[in-house]
């Protein structure tokens, strides 16, 4: 079946197993990067809440060759785990006083989403965009997060300054970056590898060799969502550059990590952007690319530049 026809497959399934006491539907979800994805939500009609599974995964697993009924079984217990059973109470979203410490901000792509940046409070960095979220703090919602739009700010009688300040003290203290040496990552990476082909071991060293040119680490934050952000860390930066003892490249990887660089091993930018490049083309999903540019920390004035 093409894709339409396993959308419908799935409602009908769906809809067939939960009973007529719940909702199911796809909708269009927008993304970052205009990116808009099909989002199936199974909601119980006394429940002003559902998680939302996203039907591209389950339809490339379809294509892998996964039985079509065992997808409805995955989907069903992909909801279960994410659903809560009760209402959520949105008073505390409408007080400001509420939400003071739990406004953060997260960085995107500034030409990518020139649309959705004219409907939420923004400020320019680079050739990107902060934008302010807040977490949805209830059992059972892991992750779920709110972007902050215009009419919230305007409904908790705030600015976009006041939003920045809050979020520069709020998202270090509740998102903390996590920094680690690219070895230390490919070791972890090449063990796992190991124990699902012990053959990978012929290609182990090389990739260890790699690793070692040169120091290089991953910047993220502990939850490692919306982990580049981190730039925005003053002494998160100034801690990097102290690691390194020069100035650095920052490579985009995506919106959730950046690679980092010393700038005083002869790399060239513009090659090292024409790499970032090629792997967002070709390896980052689209509503995670985060930049095609490569950006410079300068130790000495401690700002990171284009």
């Known amino acids: 079946m093409n894709y339409p026809e396993f959308k419908m497959f ?38 002003n809440v559902a998680p939302t599974i996203y039907v ?6 379809y294509l892998d060759g996964c039985d079509e009924e065992h997808i409805v079984d995955m989907i069903l217990l992909e909801n ?7 209402d959520i109470d949105i008073d505390d979203f409408l007080d400001f006083d509420k939400m003071r410490d739990k406004v953060m901000y997260k960085l995107i792509n500034f030409e990518m989403n020139r649309d959705f940046l004219d409907t939420v409070p923004m400020r320019r960095v680079l050739d990107l965009a902060v934008v302010y979220y807040y977490r949805v ?31 520069t003290v709020n ?15 490919l070791l972890e990476y090449c063990a796992m590898q190991m124990e699902e082909d012990p053959r990978f071991m012929d290609n182990a060293e090389h990739v260890l060799d790699m690793a070692g040119i040169s120091p290089m680490y991953i910047l993220s934050n502990t939850s490692q969502v919306f ?3 981190c730039i925005l860390y003053p002494e998160t930066m100034k801690d990097v550059s102290l690691r390194l003892g ?15 660089m010393p700038a005083d091993k002869g790399y060239d930018s513009e090659d090292l952007s024409e790499m ?14 985060l930049s095609d540019h490569v950006y410079r920390y300068y130790s000495d004035r401690g700002v990171i530049m284009l």
Request: hydrophobic share 35%; proline share 4%.
């Open 10 to 47: 799935l409602m009908s399934k769906i809809s067939e197993r939960v009973g007529s006491d719940t909702q199911v539907c796809i909708r269009k979800v927008p993304k970052n990067n205009g990116v808009l994805l099909d989002g199936l939500t199974i909601r119980h009609k006394e429940r």
């Open 56 to 61: 591209e995964n389950y339809w490339q697993k």
């Open 80 to 86: 279960r785990e994410y659903s809560v059973d009760r």
């Open 137 to 167: 703090d209830a059992e059972g919602l892991y992750g779920a997060t709110c972007i902050i739009r215009k009419e919230d700010m305007e409904r908790w009688k705030t600015d976009e300054e006041e939003l920045w300040r809050l979020a």
């Open 171 to 185: 998202t270090p203290r509740n998102e903390p970056a996590n920094i680690r040496s690219m070895c230390e990552c």
């Open 227 to 229: 982990g580049a952000a």
């Open 246 to 260: 020069s100035d650095f490249y920052v490579l985009p990887s995506s919106v959730h990590e950046v690679i980092l």
């Open 276 to 289: 970032v490049r090629e792997v967002n083309a070709s390896d980052v999903m689209p509503h995670e690319i």
